[in-house]
Structure formats: C-alpha cells, structure tokens
C-alpha cells in the first residue's frame, strides 16, 4: 500500500513537471481539469478543498489582472500555477509529506527539507496566531473600522506583529538548536 | 554527591551601563531540585539562556567539572516557557523521538523511549494526536517528557507553570517529584516549587540576593517583599 502511495504521489509530481513544459492552450485546459479532479477526488470535503484553493485563485487572477491591466503579454502562467496548486496538494494527501521524516534517513538531504518545511509549517500557525491575537486586541480598542486612528492602531499593530514574531522565531530557534536539529 | 551544574560569577549586560545579570554562582547536584525565583524582569529567563550558552555571557559555567560546551547540551533537557516553540511535529512521538534519531538513535529504541517518557508524563494516550490538539497543561508535560527520552544528567525548566490552571499545575509537580536527575526550576510560582525545590535562589535585580533550604527562603517574608515576589 506504501508503495502505491509513493508511486501515486510520484505521479502527481511528474504531472507537475508535464504542466510545467506545456504550451498548447487545450493541453493546459485538459491539464487544469485532471489536476481539479484529482483535487476534489481526494478531498475531505468539497467546501474545504475550495477555500483552500482560494488563496491561489486570488493570486492566479491578480496576476492576470496585471498582466491585462499593464498590458502586458498574457502569459499561461496562472493556469499553471493553478494547476501545479492542484496536483501537488493531490500528491500530499496521497502521501503526506510530514511521513517522510518518519521514512528516510537523518542523513538524507529529503530528512532535512521536510524538516525545514515542518519549520515554516509550524511558525505560519504562530504566525497566523499572533495575528490574529493582535487584530481581536486592535478591534477591541477602536470605535469605527475605518479613519485615521483606525489606521494608525492598525499600523502598531502591525509593527508589533514584527516584533513578536522576531522574538517567537529566536525562540522557536533556540529550542530545537537544543534539542540538536541544527547539528 | 557530585556538582552537576556549577555556575562561577556570570555577568551580562545587552549593553555595558546596564547588566542584567552580575556575579551569579550557583551549583546544582546530582538529583537535587533547584528553583531560581524572582519577579518579573528579574533576569530569570536570561540567566537561563546564558547557561545554555545561548547569550554570551562573562563567567564560567561547568557542566561535571567541565566548561560548558556544545557537545554538553545533548546531555541537558531543555523545557521551554512556551511549548510551541519545542513541539511542532504531525504526532507527539514524531516529536520526542526526532532529536533521538538525529543523534543517531535507531528509530525502534528511539520510539522505546519515547513512549517510556510520554508513559512517565502520563500521556501514553495521546502519542499520535499532534500537540497543537493538546491542552497547555499536556502540552507542557509533553515537553518534558522530550526533554527527558534523551535521558539527560540536567533538567531546565523556564516558568513552567505559567498560564497552567490549578490541575495542570498539580499533575506538572506529580510528574516533576517523580524524576531523579537533577533540576533546575526557574519560576516566580513559590507555592509550586515549595512542594519540589529542595533549595532556593532568590534573584532580584539580576543579582542573587538571597539562598538556602526552600522552607528558610519561603518562610522571610521580608525577604520576599524585597524581591517583588509577594
């Protein structure tokens, strides 16, 4: 079963690398499709799966956007990126890839990137949390969403979040240089 | 009994005029529980960081007789303020048995101790359930028993019952009597570290105005007045 996983995941991968190389509209479209398929197929739930997808479907759009806007060449790069979203977020829930710390040897190069990406994974929920902390405390101390004293608790707000996410990553550092990751 | 811990006159400042920390000595012995108390902004923190040689600090610290080094810290538990900053991994054994397999620990003996030490921490429940799912008080036993399924010869605890309710504290102090390798706690909570610390330092303006047997110390009132911690 492992092994189908791995390979499944593999596929998913090298899906990736296909969409990356494509240049007929109709090959992206088809490539688009399969990828959504693949994304709503392995998906808990359809609502969750969407909202996750949104963040890049801003991002995708924006870039179009611009792209029109400035007029500059509309290049297929946002289809790709949607598409690449697709499969590789299908690749991880085939195997997820915090598994692999738990397969590969601390000497493989593979135990470190998950490792680091197990890092950044971590410090965006602290992050996300002191974020949120900051705005719930910012809501509580202004009288109207908008105007010039909204704005500039907005601005403390924000610089605070700088610093407690300095002094969380100093900290998150220092804990696992003890526990002797960074050996 | 042996001086696992020695700690000879540290100093540090952030900057010159203002030392945060001056002439500190401390020792800590073998199976011995040591609580450091002061108010906040004492030093209490710092002091932890200087002896873990994560600030440069002026002073000797030594570990069995040894000057502290790197290859030391392997032997030291560290348990953070703030669990989060220690536990971070998709199961809670994944957690604990991560720094034992990077030392080069085979991964059947390294999750031997891991469930040994989340069964010590009364926590065997929960080895695949992440810690973000955990309550604090878990999440801080939980800490623990990483920073002991290394086996280490010193246990450091950073304020270890902060934001914890009445009944995370009792279960914290239950795990922490029960150990026998030395430990140092760092903490202004007098009414936990009454029942473990055998003796006390009492910091106050980054000095140590103040040591003996916990019961001496906690019972000057005074004394604790002085130091901003009643």
Redesign the interface.
């Known amino acids: 079963m492992k092994v189908l996983r791995i390979v499944g995941a593999v596929a998913m991968l090298a899906a990736v690398a296909g969409i990356a190389g494509l240049h007929s509209l109709r090959g992206l479209a088809l490539g688009l499709l399969a990828g959504l398929t693949c994304y709503l197929a392995l998906a808990r739930s359809m609502a969750r799966a969407l909202r996750a997808a949104l963040p890049v479907l801003v991002f995708a759009l924006s870039l179009t956007a611009v792209q029109i806007i400035f007029r500059m060449p509309v290049t297929n790069l946002a289809v790709k990126t949607v598409a690449s979203f697709f499969f590789i977020t299908s690749a991880f829930r085939i195997y997820?890839w915090?598994?692999l710390?738990?397969g590969v040897s601390?000497l493989s190069p593979l135990f470190t990137l998950t490792?680091y990406l197990?890092?950044v994974?971590?410090f965006s929920?602290?992050f996300t949390s002191e974020a949120v902390r900051l705005l719930q405390a910012r809501s509580l101390c202004i009288t109207k969403p908008y105007g010039r004293g909204s704005f500039r608790s907005l601005v403390a707000a924000l610089v605070a979040l700088f610093e407690r996410s300095l002094v969380?990553a100093e900290?998150?550092y220092?804990?696992?240089?003890?526990?002797?990751?960074a050996? | 009994m042996k001086s696992v811990l020695e700690v000879e006159s540290l100093t540090f400042a952030y900057d010159s005029a203002h030392p945060v920390l001056e002439g500190i000595t401390f020792s800590v012995l073998e199976g011995e529980c040591v609580g450091i108390v002061g108010a906040n902004g004492a030093g209490k923190s710092t002091l932890l960081?200087c002896l873990?040689g994560?600030l440069k600090a002026a002073g000797a610290v030594r570990f069995f007789g040894e000057k502290l080094h790197r290859r030391h810290?392997?032997r030291?538990g560290?348990v953070?303020q703030?669990p989060?900053?220690?536990l971070?991994?998709?199961r809670l054994i994944?957690d604990i048995t991560?720094?034992l397999?990077?030392?080069?620990m085979s991964?059947a003996l390294a999750a031997e101790r891991a469930m040994a030490a989340l069964a010590g921490a009364g926590l065997e429940d929960m080895t695949h359930r992440p810690a973000?799912q955990l309550s604090l008080g878990e999440r801080k036993r939980a800490a623990i028993a990483?920073a002991l399924a290394g086996s280490p010869d010193l246990l450091l605890l950073d304020e270890p019952t902060a934001e914890l309710d009445g009944r995370a504290v009792r279960q914290l102090a239950d795990v922490l009597k029960g150990l026998t390798v030395a430990r140092l706690i760092v903490s202004h909570d007098l009414s936990f570290l009454h029942g473990l610390a055998e003796r006390i330092f009492v910091l106050a303006g980054g000095r140590i105005v103040a040591q003996g047997p916990t019961n001496q110390i906690l019972s000057d009132r005074g004394l604790l007045e002085r130091a901003a911690l009643v």
């Open positions: 997820p915090a598994n710390l738990a601390p490792c197990l890092f994974r971590h929920l602290i969380r900290r998150f220092a804990a696992q240089s003890l526990r002797g990751l050996e | 960081w873990l994560l810290l392997a030291i560290v953070f703030n989060e900053d220690q971070f991994m998709p994944d991560l720094p397999v990077n030392r080069g991964r973000n990483a």
